[in-house]
């Protein structure tokens, strides 16, 4: 059946119904559908034209409301069509639309891995132990804001809401503008955490770290995510009108740029900032004062004027202010490992950045899934709350078709990327030998299947507890899926020193 969004503020339904538990014997685990509700109306299912009409669906079972269900009803014969196309969707198709945009992630990890690699050899690295901590968190904040937008427009576009120029600007201005909210805020936060854990794990803080991680997290939060926000909007649009599945393709593209330009930016901003930090701080305390005091407010005026990012906008701070918590754990297990073991900052970001990205598409889809065939609170039937990982990941639900095909992407891709980076990390000397090779996949593997679960148990249970997945489920799975990829990681660089097979790039042995 199809569901078109409802305005909660102005609903006034024009028919209640009372479903008694004796009327609906399949009814189990809350899987209650329109289909089923119309269809104890005559009145309703013989109806052909209920576009102009609001239903609520007030439901007994067990002695307990079971729901307050309000939708707008179009014909059956329409919500047939609409309700089977996901069944429908051809696996090739889920692969080449996902298999591009997952190639051009790939090449955007390599890219950051490269990075990564190179700026340790800055000063300001060198000196600056919490920079480590708050990479992975800057990337991770950026992944979750870039995402999550992509998440909601990718949804928009699927539910047919992009179709006017009106409500397109002012979805992106409103979308645009919440990302900048929460990059300026959540930037300084997480500026203020790696300093303090850095404290504590180092010892000493630093007034004047502080104050260089908060100017240069803000600046690489609020420009990358500025840039991609628009980059990401002309994709979905693009793919939209193509006819493709936005939720394919603009996750990977949120991720696989960003992760890369966030990197250039915080590395450039950082070195810039730590020659003058010392004679000029008061330039830091600027900037920061700036962005809190002056950009933060007009922003905050636009989103609480946009009707698509209000609701937003003081909800929607518990997920994201969470995963930089998680992501600053992972930054605490690069901290340790950067010294200890050679090339490791150069595969982090791509076993993090490939995880977050296959993730963030599964958790697109089945979000956008759960909008178009059933209401908040409901679970439909083509779907379950509480499975196996066998029947999320394999077969027996529907998002398992799109987990599948996810993690066989994965293997191939993944020992594709790590040779890629290897050979450029070294000049095009290869310094992976078979037993780091099986190792990485291997951890790497064990990263997605795990984040894939998670991510269909999560996002299940938020939509059972009305929580829209979009604004909520992505923070989390992406910082997740950077503390297990940083901490696996660790362990297979643990395991090869103990087998005496270390990773040894050819930088290290010239040394």
């Known amino acids: 059946m199809v569901v078109y969004p409802y305005s909660e503020d102005n609903l006034d339904p024009h028919v209640t119904l009372s479903v008694i538990s004796d009327k609906v014997p399949e009814m189990t685990d809350n ?18 034209e209920m576009e102009a009409e609001n239903v609520k669906v007030e439901s007994l079972y067990n002695g307990k409301s079971l729901e307050s269900i309000k939708s707008i009803t179009v014909s059956e014969s329409d919500a047939e069509i609409d309700a089977t196309t996901l069944e429908q969707e051809r696996w090739y198709s889920i692969t080449l639309q996902v298999f591009i945009p997952f190639m ?20 300001v690295f060198r000196e600056v132990k919490a920079l480590y901590i708050l990479v992975p968190s800057i990337i991770g904040l950026k992944g979750n804001l870039d ?11 699927n539910l047919g809401n992009m179709e006017s120029k009106r409500e397109l600007f002012k979805m992106v201005v409103g979308n645009v503008g919440l990302v900048q909210v929460q990059a300026i805020v959540a930037s300084c936060l997480v500026a203020i955490f790696a300093v303090a854990a850095s404290a504590v794990v180092n010892g000493g803080f630093d007034w004047g770290h502080a104050l260089l991680l908060s100017a240069s997290g803000v600046l690489t939060a609020t420009m990358s995510c500025f840039i991609l926000d628009f980059v990401l909007t002309a994709v979905i649009v693009i793919s939209h009108k193509l006819k493709l599945n936005p939720d394919n393709v603009a996750t990977p593209f949120a991720a696989s740029i960003g992760d890369i330009v966030s990197l250039l930016v915080l590395s450039t901003w950082a070195s ?35 009707k698509y990012t209000k609701k937003v906008l003081t909800h929607g701070w518990t997920p994201v202010l969470s995963a930089l918590i998680i992501s ?53 039937p083509h779907t379950k709350q509480w499975v196996w ?36 990390y070294n000049d095009g000397v290869s310094c992976v030998t078979p037993a780091f090779a099986f190792s990485y996949i291997g951890v790497s593997l064990i990263q997605i299947v795990l984040l894939l679960y998670i991510a269909h148990l999560m996002i ?50 010239e040394s």
């Open 31 to 48: 899987q209650l559908t329109v289909s089923t509700i119309v269809g104890l109306s005559p009145d309703l299912s013989n109806t052909k």
């Open 104 to 123: 051009i992630a790939g090449v955007g990890t390599i890219g950051a891995g490269i990075v990564l690699g190179n700026v340790e050899n800055y000063e």
């Open 147 to 157: 995402t999550c937008l992509a998440s909601r427009l990718s949804t928009q576009a």
């Open 272 to 306: 810039l900032l730590y020659t003058i930090h010392d004679k000029y701080p008061w330039v830091m305390i600027v900037i920061v004062g700036v962005y809190v005091l002056l950009i933060l407010p007009i922003w905050i005026f636009i989103v609480r004027k946009n």
């Open 328 to 380: 600053g754990m992972g930054g605490l297990v690069l901290d340790s490992a950067v010294d200890q073991f050679s090339g490791f900052v150069v595969f982090q970001p791509i076993i993090n950045g490939i995880g977050g990205n296959l993730v963030s598409v599964q958790s697109s889809r089945i979000a956008t899934m759960l909008h178009k065939t059933s209401l908040m609170g409901v679970i439909p």
């Open 389 to 424: 990982p066998w029947t999320a990941l394999i077969r027996g639900v529907l998002p398992a078709k799109s987990a599948r095909i996810l993690i066989l992407l994965m293997i191939p891709g993944q020992a594709v990327f790590v040779f890629v980076a290897d050979l450029i």
């Open 460 to 509: 299940h249970t938020m939509w059972r507890f009305k929580i829209d997945p979009d604004n909520s489920s992505i923070p989390y799975l992406t910082a997740l899926g950077d503390l297990l990829g940083s901490s696996l990681l660790l362990l297979a660089f643990i395991f090869l020193r103990e087998i005496h097979q270390d990773y040894s790039p050819v930088a290290t042995e």
